[in-house]
Structures are given as C-alpha cells and as structure tokens.
C-alpha cells in the first residue's frame, strides 16, 4: 500500500523503516525537504490545499505522528483517503480538557483539573485544587513546553503571563513514585495488544531513558493498566498504536497523557520486542494481522540523544548498544536520536547505562 504520513519528522522516519520489509512505500506531508523523513519517500511540502489534495489522491491510508497534527487537515484528507487513527482520536488527544473529560466518563483516574481562561480564573482554581499544581496550555504542550510549576501563590501572574493569554489546564501536583507508560497497538478488526509497562525518567520536561520492562510489576498493576488502555482504545474505536503515560502512586494508578501515536517510550521495542511499535502501527493501519508484543531480551533500556550527538563511537563500542540517529541538526533540547540497550542481565543492562551517562542528565 501506499502510505501517508501527516509530519516528517523522526516517528514518520522510524515508520518507513519498519514499512519497507512489509512492502509497502511511503509519502509524507511535510514542512520542508529537509525534515527527517524526505529521503524515505516521496515528500509533499505542505503549503496549499492542492498540494494536501495531491498528497490526499496517491495515499491509501494516512497516519500521523503528532497529536498537534492539525484536525481540518485530517477532515480533507479523509475525503479522498482512509486515516487512521481517526479524527475522534485526534480530536479527543490533541486538547488536555476534553482529554481530561474523557477519562472521567469512562472512571479512569486522573490529575484533578480545572480549566482557566483568565488570571481570575487561575485563582478560582487554585483554590479549589491547591498547591503545587502544574499549568499546562490545553494544546500544543510538548516535552515541557507551555508548562509552568506553581508552588506559592506569589508566582500566579507570572505563570499566566506564561501561558501568553492561551485557554489552559491547572493540574494538581501528584506525588508519585516513578513514571510508567503503557503502549499498545489496535487493529481494523478490534484486535488488540499490549506491551509491558516501562518505567520513564524525565529531565525538565523531556524524557531521557526509558527501562523496559519496568521492574517490579505485578501482575495486577500491569493488568489495570491494560484495563484503562482497553477501555480508552475501544471507547474511541482507534486503530494503531496509542499510548497512556501514569503515575504510580502508592494508593493508584493515575493517566496523566495519552499520545494517539507511536511513542518515545517505545523506542525500545525495535531491538527489544518481538515487533516494534513502528510495524505493528503499520500492521494495523494497513489491515494485517498484528505481530507479537513480547519481550526479546529480559531487560531493555533507551536513552535520548537530546541538543548534541555527542560519543557516537562509543555508543558503537558499547556491548548490546544500537545507535538510532534522525538526520537532525545539533541544538538545545532537539532530540537527535536515541540508543537501545538490550540484555538478559539487570547489572550488565546498568552497567551499560552507566558507561553511557554523558547523555544522561
């Protein structure tokens, strides 16, 4: 088939790698020649409604990789071409209220919130909510962009100057013990599979490693999250990979995001599962049947390759290490690429890890 990808950045990339055995070929709607995507395909420059037309008319099915991807795109494009996930999914995802809304219909928990339009409104919340809370603008918020933590009420106008005016969302702070996510892949047909929980270490708002699976999970904590994920997949009927970030919490479980995509966090399944993320999107866009989600190697970490590339030589000379690079340019806070790490042991896993630790914070 002939797929199109709305975005050409490094998960448009990473799908065209894990396209290509399966043979199918690749189009992306991009925002200039030189995105990391446009050697893997044939590239549209979005710039008009001919040319999102074009690129519409030579796809069989359109995917996206980002959940900021513009929603009136994905209506004209889905009059010429299936895409998957739907505009309910990005629709639903791409806004932290109605995101919010949607898993407190369906009893799953989450941060309590309160929507502000005003610095008046903010005050409104806060009392209602408390400090620390954290303010997020309600869309376009990515690896700790448009986000500002409030711990004392002396920093409330300075944290809406922060949001520029921009409809947000106040959170309440959540104490927790590490950061999990949990991604998994639906099919055409209603099929679905999960992969382990992984735990996440984040660094002013980006992430920067991943070890999966996460240890010391029970059978029951990882069956409750699958239990959020089944009822959020099928309550809004998405095909393709979607993603849940949690809390854990002593007491809970508690969803703080939802990504309608392919994931960071799973970065590791490319040499660590038995089918990465990126096929089993492709598989599930593409209507055939879904690959196994399980683990090759008992332990697996990723780490980000965040503003430089840094020793890339000895990424190369580290046992188990595979380097990813995304044909980016350095600069403060890029993600430039990553490194999976894969082995059966846990110290040699940190061992590994620890002789990598330049590209960690």
């Not at 448009?12 to 043979?23: F, H, Q, T, V």
């Not at 099919?187 to 992969?195: C, R």
């Not at 780490?303 to 980016?328: F, M, S």
Request: glycine share 6%; net charge negative; proline share 3%.
């Amino acid at each position: 088939m002939k797929i199109g990808v709305l975005g050409a950045g490094q998960l448009g990339r990473m799908l065209a790698l894990s396209a290509y055995p399966l043979g199918h070929q690749m189009r992306f709607l991009a925002l200039s020649e030189e995105d990391p995507s446009s050697l893997l395909g044939k590239t549209y420059i979005n710039s008009n409604a001919d040319v999102i037309k074009l690129f519409s008319d030579d796809s069989d099915v359109v995917t996206y990789e980002s959940e900021n991807t513009d929603v009136s795109i994905v209506k004209d494009v889905s009059k010429k071409s299936n895409v998957f996930p739907s505009e309910r999914s990005l629709y639903l995802t791409q806004h932290r209220g109605r995101e919010k809304e949607l898993l407190s219909e369906l009893n799953i928990p989450c941060t309590p919130y309160q929507t502000v339009n005003s610095v008046s409104e903010l005050k409104n919340a806060i009392k209602s909510i408390g400090l620390p809370a954290i303010l997020k603008t309600t869309r376009d918020g990515y690896d700790g962009k448009g986000q500002f933590h409030i711990k004392f009420e002396s920093q409330i106008d300075e944290a809406w100057g922060h949001m520029s005016g921009n409809e947000s969302i106040l959170e309440g702070f959540v104490k927790f013990e590490r950061e999990l996510s949990l991604i998994a892949v639906r099919g055409l047909d209603g099929s679905l599979k999960y992969y382990p929980l992984v735990e996440n270490t984040h660094h002013e708002g980006i992430l920067r490693l991943t070890v999966a699976p996460a240890q010391n999970i029970s059978k029951s904590l990882q069956k409750k999250a699958e239990g959020y994920m089944h009822s959020l997949i099928n309550e809004i009927n998405h095909v393709g990979v979607l993603t849940i970030e949690l809390f854990d919490s002593k007491d809970e479980l508690i969803v703080n995001e939802i990504a309608p995509r392919v994931h960071n966090s799973g970065h590791w399944t490319i040499e660590g599962a038995q089918t990465s993320q990126f096929e089993n999107h492709i598989r599930a866009i593409t209507n055939s049947p879904l690959g196994e989600t399980s683990i090759k190697h008992q332990f697996n970490a990723m780490i980000n390759i965040i503003g430089e590339h840094g020793a890339t030589q000895k990424v190369l000379e580290t046992e188990n290490a595979h380097l990813h690079l995304y044909d980016k340019e350095e600069r403060q806070d890029r993600k430039l690429g990553h490194i999976t790490i894969t082995s059966n042991s846990f110290d040699a896993l940190n061992k590994s890890i620890d002789s990598l630790k330049e590209y960690l914070p």
